[in-house]
């Protein structure tokens, strides 16, 4: 990421009349690499106050969401990279966008990690979280892309 984490505002308008905060970062696919870009990220979503009160929701789904592209998808590869793409509407959404350079997967044969059989696996959980965390959560390109949304909580109200 780089050092400087100030918001630029993009031309690209979503559904607002407000500006829109834009960043479009890369990871070397290295687990210890996701907590370093993950805390500067979310210096760049709470300066830009995209979700107040939400922020914890969007560091554990953006933390799983990571930690599955470079484990799962890109099988550690240093060589490989994940790519995030944040936008954030102030007070209202915020929107990221990961992706990977694997194989993907099959989002619809995942296991249910609520369930009895599952409850002492150590994998199964970062989807669940994420679904559960977010608005929304979808994936695309065989599962190597994963769109997330979370709407500000006073948003939500109005």
Partial sequence: MSKHCDPKPSTDILHSAGPLFQIEQSMRSEVRAISPFVDKL?????????????EADVEISLREALANSVVHGNHEDPRKHVYVDCRCLPNEELSIVVEDEGAGF?????????????LQSTHGRGIYLMKSLMDEVHFERGGTVVHMRKKCARAENR
């Fill in 42 to 54: 979310m210096v760049f979503i709470k300066k830009c106050q995209c979700v107040p009160g939400n």
């Fill in 106 to 118: 099959s989002s619809t044969e995942l296991s249910d990690p609520t369930s009895v059989e599952q």
